[in-house]
């Protein structure tokens, strides 16, 4: 926990805190204008909804789950209310997933599509989902209620994305390129999610120079984006490209997820910062705690497994993520932290996932390789 | 149409990146004393910002001078959104200072106010709301201390109003609290009692003519027990308590070290004897080295600064006691089977070559840093 003494700070003039924000910011006046607006009437659905949107956006783009507060705020008239309007399920469930409560999310989709079976927002989320709890047959199934509901190449990218976890990885890697190369004018938000998606598909692959020409063009759209800095910082990582972490990061230790990336590149090479970075991260894995939240446990176990050294505790760590979910990454690092604390039973679940999922990637093969010859 | 314009945007989500951030918290400290209560609340210079405006200039960045114009607006602000009651009375509130903090994720103010009851305070009841209607994710970590315990709670929109019963955590049970920790760490502490052990062995026997006889009578078995256990005693109660006071402090690998080659010694010293009448200056020379090892646990513990004292009576009280405990199973048994040859071999020869190797074992993690034995 971090009491550090209070101060008095020397003058008038020192700088304490920088907002995300100016005043003159055109997000700023948006903000302030839609939040007046729904002050005014604040049962007005859609306004309330709208603007809960434009938080979710704002939490997706830098990560700061203070938007998701402020979002769910707006919903607040409907928060509690189980049959909500569907505007309101579907946003909410948005919010839910966000914070993990992947069952009451679920709970809201099912609702919502049931209500309105030509939702494209509730099938796109509910396909999310169930590919995180890597319930790929029904993500599918999800994936493919969008067709009429959403452009014919976020259909295909939907669809994909989900093959290329679950045993078709090159032939959907290459549907996407060719469905995405012959598109036309896609809108850059939806070009930001298929290059990150080609991005993750190349990469397990095992093709690191496509994976990089990915990460490179979808950086280039010059969108803000959480997600993708941290797994370009995952790729970059594997690739020992580890002062271009530093590179990408260097300004960006207000997110958590990006600090950790941070901090590990600094301790590969010995940064000047490394040991202060730790230190943040455990100061806030300290106030999580305190404060409750399990949001952080993979991290958590990465930051014991590769900050801290101590593979026991990183491995009950990963165990505990992996009840809550099955992407590649929390496959991952139960193999890792199972392999450096030499305990195969503990890698069990995950070794049956990746058999039984039939998932196809290059870290996850030689995760694997290496925890069966384990005696 | 809204769900057309979003779809990508939630496909995009996955919850990997979520909780990029820390989210909002803030940090509430009560101390109670008589019927007063003294307070220190640190909220994020982003959450008043958001909730009142700090910005004055609207540049983005709050400084020292922005936060001090706006110092009895945040009070006016944050006091009336946390109700103190006793007994069914509210307690007033009033702010006494301003000042600033930084926490892992950024600055805070930090806002210093008491709060006067009418009658001594034997329970409160807290009603906290700060924050809770602009952003429902918000939580206040509470830390209440009362005569020297501590509790913590956590307050959220579902749990804004929480009850403390203040006359249970009494002085009393926190002193049996610290007493139990000390027998309970004598008795797992193996170290200690094998250093105890190895200089209590002979006490049943007397060298003559470089062999071991057994001594006469019970009388100058007990004496020179006695005499070991109150020179181990007063040394490490010595160090323990300049430890704890902060007056001397060492390096806890050296003290860990020093413990382990203190074992070597005196099991030596049974083998190869060397000291024989006088192993209660060893006993005191090496207890200092214990104090120190006593301490650090004690310190592990968490020392609570306004009744260390109690703590540190507390948990020597509860070392001897758990000393005293070891030796009178110890004395009768040596001194029944003192005339055997399978005390002098088994016990007293093969044991303390047991423990000889047992304790250079530990010598060698300690001062390497490894770690060859699973306990």
């Known amino acids: 926990m971090v009491y550090a003494a209070p101060f008095i700070p020397a003058s008038d003039a020192e700088v304490l805190e920088q907002l995300p924000f100016k005043a003159s910011d055109p997000t700023t006046r948006e903000l302030r204008r839609m939040r007046q607006e729904l002050s005014e009437s604040p049962h007005n659905l859609d306004k309330a909804v709208a603007l809960a949107q434009r938080y979710y956006r704002l939490a997706m783009a830098d990560g700061d789950p203070r938007f998701i507060g402020y979002a769910q705020a707006a919903l607040a008239p409907w928060w509690e209310m189980d049959e909500a309007p569907v505007a309101v399920l579907v946003q909410r469930a948005a919010l839910r997933q966000y914070s993990h409560n992947f069952n009451s999310a679920l709970t809201d989709l099912k609702l919502a599509t049931r209500l309105e079976p030509r939702q494209g927002t509730a099938w796109s989320l509910l396909a999310a989902i169930h590919m995180v709890q890597a319930e790929y047959a029904t993500a599918r199934q999800d994936c493919e209620k969008l067709h009429g509901l959403a452009s014919s190449l976020i259909v295909v990218a939907c669809v994909a994305t989900v093959d290329s976890l679950s045993g078709q990885a090159r032939q959907a890697y290459s549907t996407l390129q060719k469905a995405y190369a012959s598109a036309p004018a896609v809108p850059a938000n939806e070009k930001l999610w298929i290059l990150t998606r080609l991005a993750e598909m190349s990469d397990r692959l095992g093709l690191a120079e496509e994976a990089d020409a990915y990460f490179r063009a979808a950086l280039k759209l010059n969108i803000p984006d959480a997600y993708l800095l941290a797994v370009y910082a995952e790729f970059l990582l594997d690739e020992h490209r580890h002062s271009e972490v530093i590179k990408l990061l260097k300004d960006k230790e207000r997110s958590d997820v990006l600090l950790m990336r941070l901090a590990l590149a600094e301790k590969a090479i010995n940064a000047p910062r490394a040991a202060e970075h730790q230190a943040i991260i455990r100061a806030r894995f300290d106030a999580a705690r305190m404060r409750g939240d399990k949001l952080h446990i993979q991290d958590e176990a990465r930051f014991n497994l590769y900050l801290l050294n101590t593979p026991e505790a990183a491995l009950r760590l990963a165990q505990e993520n992996w009840l809550g979910q099955h992407e590649p990454s929390d496959a991952r690092i139960l193999l890792e932290t199972a392999l450096a604390a030499k305990d195969k039973t503990a890698a069990q679940p995950a070794l049956y996932w990746f058999t039984e999922s039939r998932i196809e990637d290059r870290h996850l093969e030689k995760l694997v390789k290496a925890v069966r010859g384990l005696k | ?375």
């Open chain 2, 1 to 375: 149409m809204i769900t057309r314009l979003f779809l990508t945007l939630f496909l995009l989500t996955l919850p990997s990146a979520a909780h990029a951030h820390k989210p909002s918290d803030s940090y509430l400290i009560l101390k109670t004393e008589g019927a007063s209560v003294q307070g220190q609340w640190d909220i994020a210079l982003r959450d008043l910002d958001f909730a009142i405006g700090l910005d004055g200039n609207g540049d983005g960045s709050i400084t020292w001078g922005e936060l001090r114009a706006r110092h009895d607006a945040i009070a006016a602000y944050a006091l009336p959104r946390l109700k103190i009651h006793a007994q069914d009375e509210a307690c007033p509130t009033r702010a006494t200072a301003h000042l600033v903090d930084k926490h892992s994720d950024g600055a805070y103010a930090v806002l210093r106010f008491v709060a006067e009851c009418t009658k001594p305070l034997t329970a409160v009841e807290l009603n906290y709301s700060l924050l809770f209607d602009v952003d429902p994710q918000h939580k206040g970590l509470l830390r209440l201390e009362y005569q020297g315990t501590t509790r913590t709670a956590i307050f959220s929109p579902d749990k804004s109003s929480q009850r403390f019963e203040l006359a249970e955590l009494s002085l009393l049970r926190q002193f049996f609290d610290y007493t139990r920790e000390g027998v309970w760490h004598i008795w797992i502490g193996f170290d200690h009692i094998l250093f105890l052990l190895s200089l209590l062995l002979p006490a049943v026997l007397y060298r003559s003519k470089k062999h071991w006889e057994a001594v006469p009578g019970f009388r100058p078995a007990l004496l020179d027990v006695l005499k070991i256990v109150t020179a181990f005693t007063l040394a490490h109660s010595i160090t323990l308590s300049l430890a704890t006071l902060g007056v001397v402090t060492l390096p806890s690998r050296l003290v860990e070290s020093a413990i382990a080659a203190s074992v070597v010694l005196s099991a030596l010293n049974n083998i190869f004897p060397l000291i024989e009448g006088r192993r209660w200056m060893v006993a005191f020379a090496f207890g200092l080295i214990h104090g120190f090892g006593f301490a650090s646990v004690l310190a592990d513990l968490g020392l609570p600064q306004d009744a260390l004292l109690l703590a540190l009576v507390g948990f020597n009280l509860g070392v001897e006691g758990g000393q005293l405990a070891i030796v009178s199973a110890f004395l009768p048994l040596a001194y029944f089977l003192r005339n055997t040859l399978f005390y002098r071999r088994a016990v007293l020869f093969a044991g303390s070559i047991m423990i000889t190797l047992l304790a250079s074992v530990w010598l060698v993690e300690r001062v390497f840093d490894l770690k060859l034995l699973g306990f």
